[in-house]
């Protein structure tokens, strides 16, 4: 089987080196980009203003935090890559960059899934340099981007608590320990627009150890602060409420409140404040989302989020159009690849040279066989806003190899690191 699989790929990839250099005639480079000296302009850093706002019951306030150590990235905008970057309070005053649109952004730091007491807060916002001319800044103003969650406990609850008493909080990768007196408020990254949170409740209650307690909350967002709370009622055996004793029992009940939101602040599109990095697509199922800053995964005419494509009839004479337009308005980090096979397996892949998980903007030796199948690699996916991910000729042989189940899970991160993961469904 390896042995086949190996003659198509190397059939294929030569056909296809055949075809772009064909194409290749037609790129002319005549070397004087090389040595073509670009215009310059000044960015003034002192004009650049970081402001830390919050909104309460709709009221937006600038939040008295320390911005000291907040880190500064400049980033080129069209191509997405990182330029210069400072820590807030050890900026210079002038900074030289050639001419071109560059985007700015705070970050209070770098953001961890879970942290007790550290809120992370972002903002950013774009701006153009033009030759021989100094560029100000206007204030760049962040906002919560955590999700800030704390516990609480009904007063005749609390009274029964046992101190092994845990509660035990999770978003996404993200997860923290609340003690039975744990003050401290915990801020999880929010993995994407509909994260779930999952409080779980353990320990000794009046003397005994309770079952956990599990419950989940769906969409929770960044900037939100949820309050769980824990209470206790007592009910018979009917279920019903009861003032008595005999034939109580007594149940732990857990609510989760929003206490104050600033998600849906939106400071303008030139400021383009991202949430956090998601983990799949939005209300469309077409990894679409509400957010124009996060990256997004599009199935080319279908519904990648629920549609089984049918790849069985493919063949080398005519392969199956399957395309996955990747867009990212920051530009791309990365674009990973996870391919979940019945047949395609890690073992059958790696005989020819390829492998079941890739980075397509990193992809190290597997570069030369992704290329020669098609896949844009390297430098044709860092920093683009847009990339077309065609496996059209990997289609024909998924069947040749038999009948299954095939998965592409596909995560692209752009430069903010937001992050969106979509997964491509086909059977043979």
């Not at 993200?174 to 007196?181: D, I, S, Y």
């Not at 956090?276 to 997004?296: A, C, E, I, M, R």
Request: aromatic fraction near 8%; proline fraction near 4%; charged fraction near 20%.
């Amino acid at each position: 089987m390896k042995r086949f699989l190996y003659t198509y790929i190397v059939l294929l990839i030569t056909l296809l080196m055949f075809s772009s250099c064909g194409r290749e005639v037609f790129s002319f480079d005549n070397g004087e980009k090389d040595n073509e000296v670009l215009a310059e302009g000044q960015l003034n850093l002192t004009s650049l203003k970081v402001a830390v706002e919050a909104e309460t019951d709709g009221v937006i306030s600038r939040a008295n935090i320390n911005t000291a150590d907040f880190i500064i990235r400049i980033f080129d905008k069209n191509q997405g890559n990182k330029i210069k970057e400072w820590k807030y309070s050890e900026m210079p005053e002038i900074f030289s960059l050639k001419v071109g649109s560059y985007l700015v952004a705070a970050y209070s730091h770098d953001i961890m899934p879970a942290e007790f007491d550290r809120p992370y807060f972002y903002g950013s916002q774009s701006f153009d340099i033009t030759a021989d001319n100094i560029t100000d800044i206007e204030v760049l103003k962040c906002f919560l981007r955590s999700i800030k969650v704390t516990v609480e406990y009904a007063d005749n609850l609390r009274e029964l608590l046992g101190d092994d008493v845990i509660a035990n909080v999770s978003v996404g990768e993200g997860a923290l320990a609340f003690a039975k007196n744990e003050v401290r408020a915990g801020h999880f990254q929010a993995t994407n627009e509909t994260a779930n949170l999952l409080a779980t409740l353990t320990g000794t209650i009046d003397g005994a150890i309770i079952t956990p307690i599990e419950k989940a909350f769906p969409g929770v967002k960044a900037g939100e602060h949820r309050i769980i709370r824990y209470s206790m009622k007592e009910v018979d055996e009917g279920g019903n409420g009861s003032g008595g004793s005999a034939g109580v029992t007594i149940v732990i009940d857990a609510t989760c409140e929003i206490v104050d939101v600033n998600v849906d602040v939106d400071p303008g599109t030139e400021e383009g404040v991202p949430d956090f990095p998601g983990d799949g697509g939005g209300d469309d199922g077409g990894g679409g989302t509400d957010n124009p800053d996060l990256p997004t995964i599009v199935g080319d005419g279908f519904d990648i989020a629920t549609a089984i494509i049918d790849v069985s009839e493919a063949s080398f004479a005519s392969p199956i159009s399957i395309k996955v337009n990747i867009g990212a308005s920051k530009g791309i980090r990365n674009l990973n690849v996870e391919i979940i096979s019945d047949t395609l397996t890690p073992s059958e892949l790696e005989g020819v040279g390829l492998a079941d998980k890739f980075d397509l903007a990193n992809p190290g030796g597997l570069a030369e066989g992704l290329s020669g199948l098609g896949f844009p690699v390297g430098e044709e996916v860092i920093g683009q806003t847009s990339v077309l991910f065609d496996i059209t000729n990997f289609t024909p042989l998924i069947p040749a190899l038999g009948s299954g189940t095939h998965k592409f899970k596909i995560n692209v991160v752009d430069q903010d690191g937001n992050s969106v993961t979509e997964t491509l469904t086909l059977k043979s």
